[in-house]
Every structure is written in structure tokens, then in C-alpha cells.
């Protein structure tokens, strides 16, 4: 069984960073394939950046790529998402996923988190 948490998300100037959790109760972190999310108001949830543990890859997308980074704990269970240079276009509400099979397909995923809300000021 697989229980994602995110934490991390809140109120943040244009410029600022943040940094996301996502604990993996089931403690599969390594075995998963697992990224981030996001979804703003009145927009389809989109992919952010995931990782392929075994084959020790990750992948951006090109609206975050330079400035945020996926990284993992597998001592904690833990998924991160490290932000910095935020815009205010990255205000969103960002879920953790695991178990996914193509690693940009929100449809290929079997386990979500509640998510948490990033907001990003002008």
C-alpha cells in the first residue's frame, strides 16, 4: 500500500524558493517511478518533473527545467521538489505520484497525494 503526504506549499514572492515533501508511507520510494504535478484554477493537472529511480533519470518539464529539481530520500521515504525562481505562473496546487508507467501520462499513475498549494505573489 502505497499513502503519499505532501507538505511544503504556501505563500511565496516572485523570486522566492520552496521546497516540497511528499513522505511514501508504503516505503517504495526506490521501487516507484514517481514525479510531481501540478494543477492551477481552470486548468488540466499537468507534469513537472518525475524520476526514474532504476534507471536513475529524471525528466523536467520545459516550463520549470533550470529551476526546480526532483530528489529523493529513500532513508526517509521521501520525495522532494526543490523550487527556486518562482513565478507567479507556477501558482498551483502540487501533487506527489507514484507507481506511474509513462513518466509525463497523469493517467499512468496509480497513487496520488492530497496536494499542497504553491502560490507565488507579483
Known amino acids: 500500500q502505497v499513502l503519499l503526504v505532501e507538505s511544503g506549499g504556501g505563500l511565496v514572492q516572485a523570486g522566492g524558493s520552496l521546497r516540497l515533501s511528499c513522505v511514501d508511507s508504503g516505503r517504495t520510494l526506490t521501487r516507484n517511478v514517481m514525479a510531481w504535478f501540478r494543477q492551477a484554477p481552470g486548468k488540466e493537472r499537468e507534469f513537472v518533473a518525475g524520476i526514474r529511480w532504476r534507471a536513475g533519470d529524471t525528466l523536467y518539464a520545459d516550463s520549470v527545467k533550470g529551476r526546480f529539481t526532483i530528489s529523493g530520500d529513500n532513508a526517509k521515504s521521501t520525495l522532494y521538489l526543490q523550487m527556486n525562481s518562482l513565478k507567479p505562473e507556477d501558482t498551483a496546487v502540487y501533487y506527489c505520484?507514484?507507481?506511474?508507467?509513462?513518466?509525463?501520462?497523469?493517467?499512468?499513475?496509480?497513487?496520488w497525494g492530497q496536494g499542497t498549494q504553491v502560490t507565488v505573489s507579483s
Open positions: 505520484a507514484a507507481k506511474g508507467g509513462v513518466l509525463i501520462s497523469k493517467h499512468t499513475y496509480d497513487y
